[in-house]
Nanobody
Framework: QVQLVESGGGLVQAGGSLRVSCAAS????????MGWFRQAPGKEREFVAH????????YYADSVKGRFTISRDNAKNTVYLQMNMLKSEDTAVYYC???????????????WGQGTQVTVSS
């Protein structure tokens, strides 16, 4: 069982930066692939990025590639999403999730946080 708690969301101007964090409980954090997803009002939840167990491999959605960076600190049981050059279309609730497989599909993720709101004003 893994419990995930996101933090760090907020309001930022377009072009600005924000870092969201996700703290995980449990001693098995390093055995999970960690992903970030987001859901805008009226839209389906979409994949943003994921990172493998050791942090040596990452993958991004085309919409955020080059602007967002996912990272993890297994000693702190925490995964981060650094978001730069934010756009209004990045406005969404951001969720972290844990999976046993290196996958981009949300159905592969077993555990989810409650989400943190990111709002980008234009």
């Amino acid at each position: 069982q893994v419990q995930l708690v996101e933090s760090g969301g907020g309001l930022v101007q377009a072009g600005g930066s924000l870092r969201v964090s996700c703290a995980a409980s449990g001693r098995t954090f390093s055995s999970y692939v960690m992903g970030w997803f987001r859901q805008a009002p009226g839209k389906e939840r979409e994949f943003v990025a994921h990172i493998n167990w050791s942090g040596s491999r990452t993958y991004y959605a085309d919409s955020v590639k080059g602007r967002f960076t996912i990272s993890r600190d297994n000693a702190k049981n925490t995964v981060y999403l650094q978001m730069n050059m934010l756009k209004s279309e990045d406005t969404a609730v951001y969720y972290c999730a844990a999976s046993r497989t290196y996958a981009s599909s949300r159905i592969e993720y077993d555990y989810w946080g409650q989400g943190t709101q990111v709002t980008v004003s234009s």
